[in-house]
């Protein structure tokens, strides 16, 4: 090593890149520290990503405990066909999307709006309080989080109930009701998330050139016109990045809240597909029925992914690659 | 005339800033109020919270609720165990996330292109949840303190942030003047990328600290004993499941058997187990927008 190095002295020649044969070896034993210090990493991408990415092929094998993945034999596609015929898949399907996509329409904008807000606002106690109360929910653990949504919510006690029975609401064991499920799982989130959300709008809107509010003084503009042809436009990079990924992650649905939030009453409304994995896959122990519906499930993430950073990119040049 | 249109716009516009200031406040009621009514409600007597009579003060102020929750030894368990799968954990992370980080971030490194596209791939493609089981399951690490540490041991997406937060702040000449004079690149990172970049490891452990506090999927998966469980599972059990075992009940036996018990008691442990992170989190905020600052540089 000690003799590779003196080779390399930073007078001798050598030093300059060179384009020979075994440049790149001298390029790996010159920084071999680096090799080492990469090695744990990289055996942990393995061991917990890669692995496991093969692993997939047991969605398509009749996994035996006893035999292991690789002894067990090969179904083809019986576990997925299983799963298209179910009864159930397309009600599965349908909780997905449909609460994907809810939570897509009120939880993309809500951030927006409020970073919106917040710039109009000068500087000052009132500013910072805002702030500061609306990031703080983030920071609630999912599982104080459905907590809360109980408590609150719980009929004739929770200040929540208490305060819809008043509007006049007849029944108000909302966590019972299955057609309320996607409502309360949507708001609550939004109620948890927008605050911190608007982090980045609010940087972004921090960095928009103060000659264009000149500009637009000079003009005349009114403070809602101001919003509309300043502000806006200089979101757009920004939201179509997250526009993009959020799509790309529609059928990737929590299981966490959702799981909690689950009961008996509500099941047909509220049990998705990776609820239903957990379920069939580690409580039923079904492990290759149960890891076909995750592949089929991460390919539609992926194909959507690329679909939606492909318009993107065609439509407004803002894209993930 | 142009006078009359200034003062028409300006009267539109206070009155645009009267409907802002008056949405804002909606905001901060509307996230307040609910964990308000949570405080209160755990200050309250149980018979004042089952009759619905506490909205936004105590009624009948108690403590009740508070000492059957530090009766209870499930909870002290969790609490313990939380504690030390957030240090033990976050330490790992951050020392393996500087490790994948940092060479990465060299220019010079050969095969860094190789690495990187390794580790995006990561975070297209993903085996699912059987597959990650069964790895962890052939590791024997099920039921296991490891199966809590191992397994997330790294996050993809802080070490892109990491990377970039390298790149930007130790230009490469420092690295190749001390490559000149004969430093070795491990006491490079350890004498002069690690004191350089406090703010990204301040915030990487933030992050992943209070992801490790708050998890509870890789132990609703992995653990079965007991006393292994992390606070948040003893939560779920309690607030979500309704299992308030015996032994909570028989501690404080004398002053909480009356009805509502185990209500008071979610309400006060609603308000123990989130107000750490709560209390922390005002003096530690700007440490997070940053992190959030730093993570977007990357889109």
Same mark, same amino acid.
């Given at each position: 090593?000690?003799? =590779?190095?003196?080779?390399?002295?930073?007078?001798?020649? *050598?030093?300059?890149?060179?384009?020979?044969?075994?440049?790149?070896?001298?390029?790996?034993?010159?920084?071999?520290? /680096?090799?080492?210090?990469?090695? +744990?990493?990289?055996?942990? /991408?393995?061991?917990?990503?890669?692995?496991?990415?093969?692993?997939?092929?047991?969605?398509?094998?009749?996994?035996?405990?006893?035999?292991?993945?690789?002894?067990?034999?090969?179904?083809?596609?019986?576990?997925?066909?299983?799963?298209?015929?179910?009864?159930? %898949?397309?009600?599965?399907?349908?909780?997905?999307?449909?609460?994907?996509?809810?939570?897509?329409?009120?939880?993309?904008?809500?951030?927006?709006? =409020?970073?919106?807000?917040?710039?109009?606002?000068?500087?000052? +106690?009132?500013?910072?309080?805002?702030?500061?109360?609306?990031?703080?929910?983030?920071?609630?653990?999912?599982?104080?989080?459905?907590?809360?949504?109980?408590?609150? /919510? #719980?009929?004739?006690?929770?200040?929540?109930?208490?305060? %819809?029975?008043?509007?006049?609401?007849?029944? #108000?064991?909302?966590?019972?009701?299955?057609?309320?499920?996607?409502?309360?799982?949507?708001?609550?989130?939004?109620?948890?998330? #927008?605050?911190?959300?608007?982090?980045?709008?609010?940087?972004?809107?921090?960095?928009?050139?103060?000659? =264009?509010?000149?500009?637009?003084?000079?003009?005349?503009?009114?403070?809602?016109?101001?919003?509309?042809?300043?502000?806006?436009?200089?979101?757009?990079?920004?939201?179509?990045?997250?526009?993009?990924?959020?799509?790309?992650?529609?059928?990737?649905?929590?299981?966490?809240?959702?799981?909690?939030?689950?009961? *008996?009453?509500?099941?047909?409304?509220?049990?998705?597909?990776?609820?239903?994995?957990?379920?069939?896959?580690?409580?039923?122990?079904?492990?290759? %029925?149960?890891?076909?519906?995750?592949? %089929?499930?991460?390919?539609?993430?992926?194909?959507?992914?690329?679909?939606?950073?492909?318009?993107?990119?065609? =439509?407004?040049?803002?894209?993930?690659? | 005339?142009?006078?009359?249109?200034?003062?028409?716009?300006?009267?539109?516009?206070?009155?645009?800033?009267?409907?802002?200031?008056?949405?804002?406040?909606?905001?901060?009621?509307?996230?307040?109020?609910?964990?308000?009514?949570?405080?209160?409600?755990?200050?309250?007597?149980?018979?004042?919270?089952?009759?619905?009579?506490?909205?936004?003060?105590?009624?009948?102020?108690?403590?009740?609720?508070?000492?059957?929750?530090?009766?209870?030894?499930?909870?002290?368990?969790?609490?313990?165990?939380?504690?030390?799968?957030?240090?033990?954990?976050?330490?790992?992370?951050?020392?393996?996330?500087?490790?994948?980080?940092?060479?990465?971030?060299?220019?010079?490194?050969?095969?860094?292109?190789?690495?990187?596209?390794?580790?995006?791939?990561?975070?297209? &493609?993903?085996?699912?949840?059987?597959?990650?089981?069964?790895?962890?399951?052939?590791?024997?690490?099920?039921?296991?303190?490891?199966?809590?540490?191992?397994?997330?041991?790294?996050?993809?997406?802080?070490?892109?942030?990491?990377?970039?937060? &390298?790149?930007?702040?130790? !230009?490469?000449?420092?690295?190749?003047?001390?490559?000149?004079?004969?430093?070795?690149?491990?006491?490079?990172?350890?004498?002069?990328?690690?004191?350089?970049?406090?703010?990204?490891?301040?915030?990487?452990?933030?992050?992943?600290?209070?992801?490790?506090?708050?998890?509870?999927?890789?132990?609703?998966?992995?653990?079965?004993? !007991?006393?292994?469980?992390?606070?948040?599972?003893?939560?779920?059990?309690?607030?979500?499941?309704?299992?308030?075992?015996?032994?909570?009940?028989?501690?404080?036996?004398?002053?909480?058997?009356?009805?509502?018990?185990?209500?008071?008691?979610?309400?006060?442990?609603?308000?123990?187990?989130?107000?750490?992170?709560?209390?922390?989190? !005002?003096?530690?905020?700007?440490?997070?927008?940053?992190?959030?600052?730093?993570?977007?540089?990357?889109?």
């Amino acid at each position: 090593m000690s003799k =590779l190095n003196n080779e390399l002295h930073p007078l001798s020649i *050598p030093l300059v890149p060179t384009a020979g044969r075994y440049a790149p070896l001298r390029k790996i034993a010159r920084h071999w520290q /680096l090799y080492l210090v990469i090695l +744990l990493p990289i055996a942990y /991408l393995i061991i917990f990503k890669y692995v496991p990415m093969a692993g997939i092929m047991i969605a398509f094998k009749d996994y035996n405990v006893i035999k292991g993945i690789l002894g067990s034999p090969w179904a083809g596609m019986k576990y997925f066909n299983q799963f298209f015929d179910s009864p159930n %898949f397309w009600l599965y399907m349908k909780n997905t999307l449909g609460i994907s996509l809810y939570g897509l329409l009120v939880g993309f904008p809500a951030p927006i709006i =409020l970073a919106l807000a917040l710039n109009e606002v000068r500087n000052g +106690l009132f500013k910072k309080s805002v702030q500061l109360v609306s990031y703080a929910p983030y920071f609630i653990s999912t599982v104080i989080m459905v907590s809360i949504l109980i408590v609150n /919510l #719980t009929p004739n006690v929770g200040i929540v109930s208490k305060l %819809f029975q008043m509007l006049g609401v007849e029944n #108000t064991n909302f966590m019972g009701i299955p057609s309320l499920f996607k409502s309360i799982y949507v708001w609550s989130d939004v109620w948890q998330h #927008t605050g911190y959300g608007a982090i980045i709008y609010i940087a972004a809107l921090a960095g928009v050139n103060p000659e =264009l509010y000149e500009a637009a003084k000079v003009d005349g503009a009114s403070r809602i016109q101001k919003i509309i042809n300043v502000d806006i436009p200089s979101l757009i990079p920004v939201s179509v990045i997250l526009l993009i990924l959020n799509l790309g992650n529609l059928m990737k649905l929590g299981f966490e809240k959702i799981y909690l939030m689950q009961n *008996p009453l509500n099941l047909a409304t509220s049990e998705v597909i990776s609820t239903y994995v957990y379920k069939v896959g580690l409580l039923g122990s079904s492990f290759s %029925f149960s890891a076909a519906i995750g592949v %089929f499930n991460s390919v539609i993430n992926l194909t959507l992914l690329v679909v939606v950073n492909y318009i993107a990119k065609k =439509l407004s040049n803002n894209s993930l690659w | 005339m142009a006078r009359t249109v200034s003062i028409r716009e300006s009267s539109g516009d206070r009155l645009f800033m009267v409907l802002v200031y008056a949405f804002l406040t909606l905001v901060l009621l509307i996230v307040l109020l609910p964990l308000l009514y949570i405080v209160s409600s755990s200050f309250s007597s149980p018979q004042a919270v089952v009759s619905g009579k506490v909205w936004l003060f105590p009624v009948q102020f108690t403590l009740d609720g508070y000492k059957a929750v530090f009766n209870n030894p499930q909870i002290g368990t969790g609490f313990l165990n939380s504690l030390y799968y957030t240090v033990v954990g976050t330490l790992i992370n951050v020392v393996l996330t500087v490790m994948l980080a940092y060479p990465l971030a060299r220019k010079t490194f050969y095969g860094r292109n190789m690495f990187m596209v390794l580790l995006v791939i990561t975070m297209m &493609f993903e085996g699912g949840l059987i597959p990650y089981y069964l790895v962890v399951k052939e590791l024997n690490l099920l039921d296991t303190r490891w199966a809590m540490i191992l397994p997330g041991a790294l996050a993809v997406f802080q070490v892109i942030i990491a990377r970039t937060f &390298f790149q930007s702040t130790i !230009p490469d000449e420092l690295s190749e003047a001390a490559d000149l004079d004969g430093c070795s690149d491990i006491r490079f990172i350890f004498s002069v990328v690690l004191p350089l970049s406090k703010p990204i490891l301040a915030v990487m452990m933030l992050m992943y600290a209070v992801g490790h506090w708050n998890a509870y999927f890789d132990a609703l998966i992995f653990l079965r004993s !007991p006393d292994l469980f992390p606070l948040q599972i003893v939560l779920r059990n309690v607030l979500i499941l309704n299992t308030v075992d015996a032994s909570m009940i028989a501690n404080a036996n004398q002053m909480l058997a009356q009805q509502g018990l185990k209500d008071l008691l979610k309400y006060s442990l609603i308000v123990v187990a989130s107000g750490p992170v709560l209390i922390i989190y !005002p003096f530690v905020q700007k440490y997070f927008v940053k992190g959030v600052m730093i993570g977007s540089l990357k889109g």
